[in-house]
């Protein structure tokens, strides 16, 4: 049985940090590509940023530079270093990967709050 859980949200100022796991099990995670989402109230849910299997990275234009996306295939997850936190980035973060015979997998979000 496949499970993705993320963890490491939180409430942060503006100009902070966090820090997100998805830890994966019931797959091979080294031969997956892992991507993060997040889904802000009243809004659809985006593509944040992706790793492939063999590290190469992409991430949307508003995260560059902020945002790094890493994976430890020695512990079955994916990471994603968030700095310089805006208001804008209040979302639900969310991980994902496709598995075998292209099902998709999702975890179950983890709350990132950036006031003041």
């Known amino acids: 049985q496949v499970q993705l859980v993320e963890s490491g949200g939180g409430l942060v100022q503006p100009g902070g940090s966090l820090r997100l796991s998805c830890a994966v099990s019931?797959?091979?995670?080294?031969?997956?590509?892992m991507d993060w989402y997040r889904q802000a109230p009243g809004k659809q849910r985006e593509l944040v940023a992706g790793?492939?299997?063999?590290?190469?990275?992409t991430y949307v234009d508003s995260v560059k530079g902020r945002f790094t996306i890493s994976r430890d295939n020695a512990k079955n997850t994916v990471y994603l270093q968030l700095n310089n936190l805006k208001p804008e980035d209040t979302a639900v973060y969310y991980c994902?990967?496709?598995?075998?015979?292209?099902?998709?997998?999702w975890g179950q979000g983890t709350q990132v709050t950036v006031s003041s």
């Open positions: 790793i492939s299997s063999g590290g190469t990275t």
């Open positions: 994902r990967t496709v598995g075998t015979l292209g099902r998709i997998y």
């Open positions: 019931g797959m091979i995670f080294s031969t997956k590509t």
